[in-house]
């Protein structure tokens, strides 16, 4: 199993590339299962769950043709195995992602309830609430989600979900696509990976209107045809390496990415005193001599993401003062709190809070990644700790940060994997 080893202490600073976003390329690999002709995209990260994702849907049959470093085409012609087993979808929460297009237009899925980071309890009722809703039949048994659409198909529906869910948001709105009527999706999810799906399938002639709102129309078709689609830019591995940055009192410029969708992640970087400049395809941060803390409370999207939370848990362990950090939206979510204070951070737990009190230098050690984002706070801290700090069961950082050593090397860091 491979490790990361750090070499703490090196301000970084230099110009790296960010890579396509895991959260937007997954549901768009799934929305190729739609149509029966050639979906083309760019831009896809070479990540653990990107391969888990192509390994799946092409031993339901689909034809998947890589088109150079950052390209893959998806053909479904011969779909013909609606199934997800649970070896395959057993470590990737995202593989219930395939429900809804297999629903939609293969009339029948067997899909194995997912696994993934043991951040807290994701249930997919609003998955199975929404497209009974739209006329499916499913009985959850013996692990797996058995549904069949009926024989006049899914039918369009007005949807009400309790709790804002990203995938079940992506799911429903892939299985309306094809589904007979007008569906509306009230409490959607309104981040911009929602929006980059919505913009494929429209590419792929769907009608949707009001992506990027809590309030999703879908008016069906009958069939959808082929595609181009480039991946947007991953806002959370942007933010990533603005925060490991700023952490190490480093100045760095980020390419092929976007402000638009940072807000949150740009005021608190702002708060703790670094210096930003926005371009249309770039952002660089200078940060200062010492971090002010900053005090973060997790929300759905345009609110501060969790997936940045252990982030700027990381990065307020060495500022100057003490913040509050919120998690309101998984309740197993401070596991990285335990691994932080092995490297010294001084950090009290309290339900859903953490109490954060800079420290004025963290100490290598060996810690133990227990989940993707909680990799990414044990990156930081390792890059601002003095010593070595070896980092443990990095698969986890394989599923969501593509070549994450490389491009750290080159911006001065000092970090090996070792296999």
Known sequence: MDKLLIQGGTPLAGEIAISGAKNAALPILCAGLLSSEPLHLSNVPRLRDISTMLRLIEQMGVRVTDEGTHGVSLDSRGLDNPLAPYDMVKTMRASILVLGPLLARHGEARVSLPGGCAIGARPVEQHIRGLQAMGAEIHVEHGYIHAKAGAGGLKGARIVTDMVTVTGTENLMMAAVLAAGETVIENAAREPEVVDLANCLVAMGAQISGAGTDRIRIRGVERLHGATHPIMADRIETGTYLCAAAATGGQVRLTRTSAAYLDAVVDKLLDAGCDIVIERDAITLQ??????????????????????????????????????????????????????????????????????????????????????????????????????????????????????????????AHVRRIR
């Open 287 to 412: 940060a200062p001599a010492r971090l002010k803390a900053v005090s973060v409370r997790t929300a759905p999207y345009p609110a501060f993401p969790t997936d940045m939370q252990a982030q700027f848990m990381a990065i307020n362990c060495v500022a100057e003062g003490s913040a509050v950090i919120r998690e309101t939206i998984f309740e197993n979510r401070f596991m990285h709190a335990v691994e932080l204070i092995r490297l010294g951070a001084d950090i009290r737990i309290d339900a859903n809070n953490a109490m954060v009190t800079g420290v004025e230098h963290l100490q290598g050690a060996t810690v133990m990644a227990t989940d993707l984002r909680a990799s990414a706070s044990l990156v930081i801290a390792g890059l601002v700790a003095q010593g070595e700090t070896l980092i443990e069961r990095i698969y986890h950082l394989d599923r969501g940060y593509e070549g994450i050593e490389d491009k750290l090397g080159q911006l001065g």
